[in-house]
């Protein structure tokens, strides 16, 4: 139910895309020969419009996956001794060797 509420928000960031889009096409028909300024409005307004809303569903979807992933390293990082005990690695110490091997120099440690 949650993933269905992103429709109205990408709805509303596809209007929103596409009056300015029709606005930028417009005043850029006006100024271009072979374009008409309605032609103009129609064509960049639509293209705002599908952008507007795939880029608020993507960015949705972005964020709803970075939520996930924060929730993933909260428990990781709370239950970090019992997950050593558990497989042998600490992933606290794990997720610095590879910022480390990205060349991301952290320090986590707060024993």
Same mark, same amino acid.
């Given at each position: 139910? *949650?993933?269905? +509420?992103?429709?109205?928000?990408?709805?509303? *960031?596809? !209007? $929103?895309? =596409?009056?300015?889009?029709?606005?930028? =096409?417009?005043?850029?028909? #006006?100024?271009?020969?072979?374009? &008409? /300024? !309605?032609?103009?409005?129609?064509?960049? %307004?639509?293209?705002?419009?599908?952008? %507007? +809303?795939? =880029?608020?569903? $993507?960015?949705? &979807? *972005?964020?709803?996956?970075?939520?996930?992933? $924060?929730?993933?390293? @909260? @428990?990781?990082?709370?239950?970090?001794?019992? $997950?050593?005990? #558990?497989? =042998? !690695?600490? /992933?606290?110490?794990?997720?610095? !060797?590879?910022?480390?091997?990205?060349?991301?120099?952290?320090? #986590? *440690? +707060?024993?």
């Amino acid at each position: 139910m *949650a993933y269905n +509420s992103g429709v109205q928000l990408a709805g509303l *960031a596809g !209007v $929103i895309g =596409g009056g300015i889009g029709a606005y930028l =096409g417009y005043n850029q028909g #006006l100024v271009t020969e072979g374009i &008409s /300024p !309605v032609q103009g409005a129609l064509i960049m %307004g639509a293209i705002g419009m599908v952008v %507007g +809303s795939a =880029g608020a569903f $993507i960015l949705k &979807s *972005a964020m709803q996956f970075i939520i996930y992933v $924060i929730m993933f390293a @909260l @428990l990781a990082y709370i239950f970090r001794g019992q $997950i050593e005990q #558990l497989t =042998g !690695v600490n /992933p606290v110490t794990a997720l610095e !060797v590879t910022l480390a091997n990205f060349g991301i120099d952290v320090d #986590l *440690a +707060s024993d």
